[in-house]
């Protein structure tokens, strides 16, 4: 382990690199502490524990392709046959590449857990950004829960069916998946909650098991068929040209579109590393580099997968009267029921891995919400636990959620299809709310890029892609499954969607607009060495010695970076003596002062605001970071009546005697 120059650890990301780590060590001198502002503009609670491999590993088991197609190929099947299967899979896969282009790049400017709720409220500008970045975590959250229920039905169902595999006389009934059910999600929850420390190696070991198990799979399925007197592999004609679609009243075009549903169930998960970018040195380098091994691996594994087990097949009616229709195609391929559950384990130890981190990212998602005020109870669900080092009541909230959900299958298997199909629907919605306001803005309310950036007309063609690909199909995949549909064959996607975001909107409404701020966009796109300045400058307001600090390991503009050198080296210290000094680079006037306003002691704090109208306004209040933030977003009347501001010129004359003037103001 080494150390540079601003005393940051250095550690191994996990492939050969070496990576910067917390910035928790800084020195510091006299007594203070000195906490991190990391890139979403709050202060640094989780430890980054996370390496570039295991984040890897994270995305792989939670977006978990090939499992996830297996355990709804029967749903697959009939839209279109093995050649729909495989085709649908590839288009939705190219259509999804756009889509995560654009959350790569926002990943990379914003490195924030939040993921999409941070990004949406950033790109949805100062008039608009605060309410779409609300309802885009409500849909990004609800999205993830009900991942979360479906990914441990599938687990359930697989457990309950391999034991009935071995019981010919035993017949599974809904209460028996429900008990198998809500103990994968207690396990889950309790593995995350207690051994949050061991989560990195836990993705390395789901990564190993991923690729294993796709590699064991395909050599068994591919092999088996054919000896020993087993029937042989599938035509190619079967496989790739004989399409079956019948019964369903739509033109075959619209069943192909539709039938893009079930990959996009498959691969629809390319944020799932962002709400970890609180928990990885370098988040803006890493996340998006996570994001493309996601993409790349899982639509290799998952094509490869989807060929070789529908050569697998010899008999696909049998499939439509199975009771776990992947199950009958590993004992069609094998021949043998011992065989089937075999491959059905590996299966099983795949999603288990991906449930726990489903847990893991749902917990994550609703404490990012929970920390700015847009949920009820803030402070208990905002809180992370000092002892586990996670978001405890966050996430046993998720939990109790999805054990709820799971209760409702046992009444209505048609409902908690229902709840969980709208999946589709949250995400895209929680994306578009991101990536739209960017598209058309023109990208401009982003100040700062990170590494990964989409230049020019290239980010504009792909944003406006995934845009399209979005909308398109959110009202596609509202549609009935069959043009005459029952009760039981409704698509109740659509009814769901709609009636959680009039929740949202109810909640909106009633409670939460009176005291949410959003999450913190006044320092947005400071990342990377960046964040050295805010640290830097961190210890300068707090009077501490930095001599000998690396002033030039930075972004900044050479002659920022000369007067950041000399207030270092000033032989006097302090924030109003930084303040005092009046820096003359806009760019560093603008570091001080977010830097004073959120960190600053309250004897040491501005007294002065000077708002956009040209007006000093004395401050009553402490300055916070939601203060700041606030002062980037909100117009002027809104900001004086919020925190009390008055006139300077105002107020009495005896009042404000013996007050020192030290104004924070907004950036030209």
Avoid at 112 to 138: E, K, L, M, N
Avoid at 516 to 543: F, M, N, Q, T, W
Avoid at 555 to 572: D, F, G, I, N, V
């Amino acid at each position: 382990m080494a150390q540079d120059q601003l005393g940051e650890k250095v550690i191994d990301d996990g492939l050969g690199k070496s990576a910067t780590a917390e910035h928790a060590s800084l020195p510091h001198t006299q007594g203070h502490s000195l906490e991190e502002t990391n890139a979403s503009g709050h202060v640094q609670e989780l430890k980054r524990h996370f390496s570039l491999l295991s984040l890897v590993g994270m995305a792989l088991t939670v977006g978990n392709v090939w499992p996830a197609i297996g355990g709804s190929i029967v749903v697959a099947l009939s839209n279109g046959g093995p050649p729909g299967v495989i085709y649908e899979f590839i288009v939705v896969s190219i259509f999804y590449w756009f889509v995560a282009a654009s959350i790569a790049e926002l990943a990379s400017a914003i490195p924030s857990s939040a993921g999409v709720y941070q990004w949406a409220t950033i790109t949805g500008g100062p008039r608009w950004g605060r309410v779409i970045g609300f309802f885009a975590g409500y849909w990004n959250w609800l999205a993830w829960v009900f991942g979360l229920a479906s990914f441990t039905m599938i687990l359930a169902t697989t457990m309950v069916q391999m034991w009935a595999l071995k019981h010919v006389d035993f017949v599974p009934l809904p209460w028996h998946v429900f008990v198998t059910y809500i103990l994968v999600t207690l396990t889950g929850c309790a593995t995350v909650c207690a051994f949050n420390k061991a989560m990195p190696m836990l993705n390395r070991v789901g990564l190993f098991f991923i690729l294993a198990g796709f590699l064991i799979t395909i050599v068994i399925v591919t092999a088996m068929p054919g000896k020993g007197g087993r029937p042989g592999h599938a035509s190619s004609e079967t496989v790739w040209k004989t399409w079956t679609a019948e019964g369903f009243g739509y033109p075959k075009g619209f069943v192909f579109v539709a039938g893009m549903l079930n990959g996009a169930y498959a691969v629809g998960t390319p944020d799932v590393t962002s709400h970890l970018a609180e928990e990885i040195p370098r988040a803006e380098r890493n996340v998006p580099i996570a994001i493309a091994f996601q993409m790349g691996i899982g639509f290799a594994t998952g094509l490869v997968y989807l060929i070789a087990i529908m050569y697998a097949i010899n008999d696909l009616d049998g499939l439509y009267t199975a009771q776990y229709p992947i199950a009958e195609i590993y004992r069609q391929a094998t021949g043998s029921v011992d065989g089937s559950i075999g491959l059905l384990f590996l299966v099983l130890i795949c999603i288990y891995i991906s449930v726990i981190g489903l847990h893991l990212t749902c917990g994550r998602t609703l404490w990012a919400l929970a920390r700015d005020g847009a949920t009820p109870f803030p402070r208990a669900l905002g809180r992370v636990s000092p002892r586990l080092g996670m978001p405890l009541n966050a996430t046993l909230v998720t939990t109790a959620l999805v054990i709820v959900l799971g209760a409702i299958y046992v009444g209505n298997t048609t409902a908690f299809n229902a709840f969980v199909g709208s999946y589709i629907q949250m995400s895209t919605s929680s994306y578009l709310a991101a990536i739209l306001p960017n598209l058309l803005s023109g990208r401009k309310n982003i100040r700062k890029w990170g590494p990964f950036r989409m230049p020019g007309v290239i980010g504009i063609v792909i944003n406006g892609i995934a845009c399209a690909f979005m909308i398109v199909w959110f009202v596609i995949y509202c549609f009935p499954f069959t043009s005459t549909p029952t009760a039981q064959s409704m698509n109740y996607a659509s009814l769901l969607w709609g009636g959680f975001t009039i929740l949202v909107a109810l909640w909106w409404m009633l409670g939460a607009r009176k005291g949410y701020v959003g999450p913190p966009v006044a320092d947005v796109g400071v990342h990377g060495d960046d964040r050295r300045v805010s640290h830097i400058l961190e210890i300068i307001l707090r009077g501490d010695d930095i001599s000998g600090q690396d002033m030039t390991a930075t972004m900044l503009s050479e002659a920022t970076q000369a007067e950041l050198a000399r207030l270092a080296t000033s032989t006097e210290h302090g924030p109003n003596v930084a303040h005092e000094k009046q820096p003359a680079s806009e760019e560093l006037r603008h570091y001080i002062d977010i830097q004073y306003a959120a960190h600053g002691k309250k004897s040491q704090q501005p007294n002065m605001v000077c708002l956009g109208d040209g007006v000093d306004y004395r401050i009553t209040t402490t300055l916070t970071e939601s203060f700041v933030g606030d002062m980037f977003k909100l117009p002027t009347a809104e900001m004086i009546a919020k925190y009390h501001l008055v006139p300077w010129d105002s107020m009495p004359q005896e009042s404000i005697e013996g007050d020192s003037t030290a104004t924070i103001g907004m950036p030209k």
